[in-house]
């Protein structure tokens, strides 16, 4: 317990580290593009463009302003899938840092974190751009979302821990992974609404952390029928599980990174 929590205020001591590493994520992403830091903006339009193209005849009809709905859903599941998918290889890409200097491995992962939600701040502009000019009323709820933001942070922390840790012993995670976030995503109600499904699979809704960090952010942003104490329990409880979770896995194996890096 006391080594977890050193572990934990020596982030904090590294907070100007941590900075600098988030900073480096987010120049280092967009390098060599053209369009550079306008991608942040112009991703989640594109992929909003793409589903109600291809799904806008089936939904629209069913869910009221789907164009909020879709990039609601987007922006809150690139959040989480653009974190923790990078975040699976940042103990292997920052090897060198880890072995030459002594510093508290996890900010790595917490640091690519960290630029998902700076990604994530610049991606609200389109979606309050679109809230705005298709005539949808704000919800009242919206003085909730930091922590609503909070809890799918604390969450993606977790994951992050977990999948990095994991990724540094068996090095197939990392496709695995992938593979799972594109089934992840499909099982989040991104696109569709969760009551064309039969009951047995929206019960089943209720294990899948994403469904309700996007339905909680919706609820904050513009639709104010969604169960939202439900959604917050259930989004807590996820929260503080993938991050007990992850923060035990690290704290028992980060001794044995730089063996395996």
């Given amino acids: 317990m006391v080594r977890s ?21 987010i120049k280092k992403r967009y390098k060599r593009s053209a369009l550079g830091f306008l991608w942040v ?49 940042a103990f292997l890409q920052n ?24 990604h994530f701040l610049f991606s609200l502009i389109p979606l309050f751009i679109i809230i705005l000019f298709s005539g949808t009323t704000p919800s009242y709820y919206m003085p909730l979302l930091p922590v609503v933001v909070i809890l799918i942070i604390v969450f993606s922390i977790g994951v992050s821990l977990t ?3 994991l990724t540094v012993f068996f090095h197939d995670v990392l496709y695995i992974y992938e593979v799972i976030l594109v089934g992840w995503m499909y099982l989040s109600a991104i696109f569709y609404p969760v009551s064309i499904l039969p009951r047995q699979l929206q019960t089943l809704m209720s294990i899948n952390p994403l469904y309700h960090y996007i339905s ?4 904050c942003i513009y639709d104010t029928t969604l169960p939202l104490m439900e959604h917050l329990v259930f989004g807590t409880a996820f929260a503080l599980v993938s991050f007990a979770l992850g923060w035990t896995i690290y704290i028992r194996n980060r001794d044995k990174i730089i063996f395996y890096i």
Avoid at 5 to 25: A, P, Q, V
Avoid at 47 to 72: E, H, K, P, Q
């Fill in 163 to 165: 999948i990095s840790m």
């Fill in 95 to 118: 090897r060198n840092l880890i072995s030459k200097i002594n510093l508290p491995t996890a900010i790595f992962p917490v640091a690519i974190v960290g630029s998902s939600v700076a």
């Fill in 5 to 25: 929590l050193k572990e934990f205020t020596e982030i904090l001591r590294y907070r100007e580290l941590l900075r600098n590493l988030i900073e480096r994520d």
């Fill in 216 to 219: 909680l952010f919706r609820a």
């Fill in 41 to 89: 903006m112009l991703d989640p339009l594109l992929m909003m463009l793409i589903f109600y193209l291809v799904f806008a005849g089936l939904f629209r009809n069913v869910v009221g302003n789907y164009i909020a709905y879709v990039i609601s859903g987007i922006v809150m599941w690139q959040l989480f899938a653009q974190g923790t998918k990078v975040a699976s290889t």
